[in-house]
């Protein structure tokens, strides 16, 4: 264990060496990042020793909590076994199971399972395969990815293209032709007097209008996930998964659903796509809780009737060619398997399916808060968002950095968040305990406070 006098030392390796995602250009090299190096169960220690509930599980990932013995010893078990293997030429018990188990959770005739590295290389084997089986197809023009603002599929280069955070786009080149994004599905903020109905019919006519724009017979697919997790958590209007599916299933346009952040768990079901919004899609990207984080893995799982469409007498003699050298790795594919095991054993989604009502009247209850406008979520997801552009409540200023406050104060209170400009978002490891979501809500109803209390202030 390293000791609190080390990590100054580290701390310039960490700057010099280390080069983290969404790195600032203009911080890079003088950052203070906390060093977290243990864990047990919600909690996380930073290296001063403070103990803090992991609201976002890591990043929406540790679905069993950390410490978890069972898993690190399966891992372990594996690596001293057969560390790895070439999935190109050989193949091996633990991914060969895992494919089973997964397909076996998965809606409809989802059974056909890539597995990638994580949830980028997921959404682009899923892309890939979609061209690919167009191009075997004999349709070539049938290219185009249709996809909403606020989106979030990945930092790989086709994930990021079909992605549709703004302001991750600034720097960086994207693969524009392959890309169409839809409006914004938050129905918070539709014009005044629109019903929740008109903006729902207003959002399935968006997708109808852009595939008639683009033409049908160039759109390849349409890709969602369940509800926009990093773009704010925001929970489409009830029926809009079906209708879009409808719409697609009209237009012979595929359907991606994404649930890297909504499968395993998070939403009460192993998936949410049949579970939660009643939908079938062709393909399912997934990673992040499959392994409850413990190390990297992702799927792209992909419909029986895809497959079938283009192998056999079908197949043209074509070879999908992409994959990974760790596609299929054996150590993580232990770890999904005893993740597994552990949802159900120990009931992980009945629990999830328990306590949820409690997170989402207590998210709910953070709307009487005079700096708060908007709280969103489903299942143990959730989003406290407050207000900057316009709509100031109670004569409070605008701040853009309002969700860095609120993280900060609740972090001095013993809980950790994911600030995102004006909006905190969380998704605790699904074992929360009732108290500790109680726990977890009044710590944030205090954080809020002072917060607000410090714009007031000036
Ligand atoms: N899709 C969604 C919906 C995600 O939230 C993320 C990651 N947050 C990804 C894809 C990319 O996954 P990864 O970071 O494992 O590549």
């Known amino acids: 264990m390293t000791r609190l006098n080390d990590f100054e030392t580290i701390r310039q390796w960490d700057n010099a060496n280390f080069v983290h995602p969404w790195e600032g250009m203009g911080e890079i090299g003088n950052n203070r990042r906390t060093f977290t190096e243990a864990a047990s169960g919600i909690h996380i220690t930073t290296e001063t020793g403070k103990r803090l509930i992991d609201g976002p599980a890591g990043m929406w990932c540790v679905q069993v909590g950390y410490g978890n013995t069972e898993i690190a010893d399966a891992m372990a078990e594996q690596a001293r076994d057969m560390a790895y293997f070439s999935p190109f030429s ?15 959770r998965t809606p409809g005739d989802l059974n056909r399972v890539f597995f990638t590295t994580g ?5 682009d084997t899923a892309v890939r395969f979609v061209q690919f089986r167009n191009n075997v197809l004999g349709k070539p023009e049938k290219k185009v990815i249709i996809s909403r603002q606020k989106a ?3 930092s790989t280069y086709l994930a990021a293209s079909v992605s549709g955070k703004e302001r991750d786009k600034g720097w960086l080149d994207q693969a524009q032709e392959l ?6 599905v938050n129905s918070h903020i539709r014009p005044d007097g629109m019903s929740i109905a008109d903006f729902l019919d207003e959002k399935i006519a968006d997708l109808e209008n852009a595939i008639h724009d683009i033409g049908a017979n160039k759109v390849a697919a349409f890709i969602a996930e369940p509800l926009l997790a990093s773009g704010g958590v925001i929970v489409p209007p009830e029926g809009y998964h079906k209708r879009c599916l409808e ?13 890297v952040v909504t499968g395993w768990g998070r939403l009460g079901h192993w998936f949410a796509s049949e579970e939660v919004f009643d939908i079938v899609p062709d393909i399912i990207t997934t990673a992040k809780g499959l392994t409850s984080g413990y190390v990297p893995m992702g799927a792209c799982i992909i419909s ?7 192998s056999g007498d079908n197949s043209q003699g074509a070879t999908f060619s992409n994959g990974f050298t760790y596609s299929g790795h054996p150590v993580s594919a232990a770890a999904a398997l005893k993740n597994i095991e552990i949802f159900e054993r120990d009931g992980i989604l009945d629990h999830v ?11 709910d209850a953070l709307r009487d808060h005079p700096i708060v406008s908007d709280t969103r979520g489903m299942g143990l997801v959730g989003c406290v968002e407050c207000s900057i552009d316009g709509s100031v409540k109670n004569g409070l200023e605008q701040d853009r950095a309002i969700g860095a406050r609120i993280d900060h104060h609740c972090q001095d209170m013993g809980l950790l968040l994911r600030p995102l400009i004006n909006m905190c978002v969380f998704s605790p490891p699904l074992i929360i305990s009732e108290d500790q979501i109680n726990q977890m809500f009044d710590i944030m109803e205090k954080g809020i406070a002072l917060a607000a209390a410090e714009i007031q202030a000036g």
Request: charged content about 20%; hydrophobic content about 40%; some cysteine.
């Open 90 to 104: 050989n193949t091996n018990s633990a991914p060969a199971r895992l494919a089973h188990e997964v397909a076996r």
């Open 119 to 123: 949830g980028s290389t997921a959404v």
């Open 152 to 154: 979030y599929h990945g």
């Open 179 to 184: 890309a169409y994004f839809l409006p914004n």
């Open 247 to 259: 719409v697609c299933r009209k237009h012979d346009v595929l359907y991606i659903s994404d649930e």
């Open 304 to 310: 029986d009737a895809l497959i079938d469409s283009i």
């Open 353 to 363: 399916r328990s306590v949820a009502p409690l997170f989402q009247e207590r998210l």
